[in-house]
């Protein structure tokens, strides 16, 4: 699922930016920041608890 930047993280994961694929590491109830290279569109999370 994607996000955007500006939006609150539903859960704590990395996020990768959909333009450059820059990893974003999230907290759960955080504002999702821009990527490094000011993209605002992410694409799927990984690295969910659980699932390592
Ligand atoms: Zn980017």
Do not use: L, W
């Not at 939006?7 to 920041?33: L, M, N, R, S």
Request: negative net charge.
């Amino acid at each position: 699922m994607a996000a955007h930047a500006g939006e609150k993280a539903q859960k704590t994961g990395d996020f990768y930016c959909a333009h450059c694929d820059e990893k974003v590491h999230v907290t759960a109830g955080d504002t999702i920041p821009k990527c490094p290279n000011g993209h605002s569109e992410y694409g799927t999370r990984r690295n969910e608890p659980g699932n390592a």
